[in-house]
């Protein structure tokens, strides 16, 4: 059970992460609440003050906020859906349970706005429960690996699993490649990835773009990772 939990996690978030989506975008932190698992974790907070700046992402009863480029866009929940029942995989048993997956980041934005012809540069943050508590991020995420490849069956690492800090918290990384299928194209993909616990829950980051070419985006990757903001 351990290992399933944990494949449908990450088959949910690296597709959320990674889709060329289509829509309409909304960008108030009322885009996604967390399950009612994760609900049952996180204390009640009254609603926050909307905030100042439309560039900030904060959602009061997950206690999380990040900030996007002025130039980049809010996709909505529903634009996430639709890529993932979009997404194509060798193991179709696998991909109706990825479809099937009730799962849904608590944010996603994109560089350019949808519908975008190639593939999009995008970031989201997913939080699930732990799947066992008190387990190191960087076992929760090494574990993940056979269960990722039976997804993407190309799939390597360019930066194996290894200890981290998002706002200084002791978290896991990896940054690997792949190549995603959305209906009928096919997309080299490269997705960094973040493991963020805090008490029985965790924060999944994943940053997603092409792997070569003018929008690989590290740049603008490493300053929305640093505008991460998590409440202890």
């Known amino acids: 059970m351990k290992r399933i939990y944990l494949f449908m996690f990450f088959a949910a978030w690296m597709i959320s992460a990674c889709s060329s989506n289509t829509g309409t975008v909304k960008s ?24 100042a700046s439309a560039e900030v992402f904060h959602h009061p009863g997950a206690g999380f906020s990040i900030s996007k480029p002025a130039n980049w866009n809010y996709i909505s929940p529903e634009m996430v859906q639709q890529a993932k029942q979009s997404a194509k995989m060798e193991d179709k048993e696998l991909e ?14 994109t560089r350019y706005p949808e519908p975008h012809p190639d593939l999009n540069p995008s970031v989201a943050v997913t939080m699930v429960a732990l799947p066992v508590e008190g387990m190191e991020p960087k076992e929760v995420l090494s574990l993940s690996t056979e269960m990722l490849k039976r997804m993407y069956p190309d799939l390597t690492f360019v930066d194996q699993v290894q200890d981290a800090k998002v706002d200084g918290i002791n978290s896991a990384y990896a940054k690997v490649k792949y190549t995603m299928t959305a209906g009928e194209q096919k997309f080299p993909t490269t997705t960094r990835m973040w493991l963020v616990p805090r008490g029985k829950v965790m924060f999944t980051v994943g940053m997603s773009g092409p792997q070569d070419g003018p929008d690989v985006s ?12 998590i409440e202890r």
């Open 96 to 109: 109706a349970m990825v479809k099937n997956n009730p799962n849904a980041p608590l944010v996603v934005m």
């Open 28 to 51: 108030d932190a009322s885009m996604q609440e967390p399950s009612q698992e994760v609900q049952a974790a996180v204390p009640a907070e009254p609603a926050a003050e909307p905030a």
């Open 218 to 229: 590290d740049a603008q990757f490493g300053d929305i990772l640093n505008t991460i903001k």
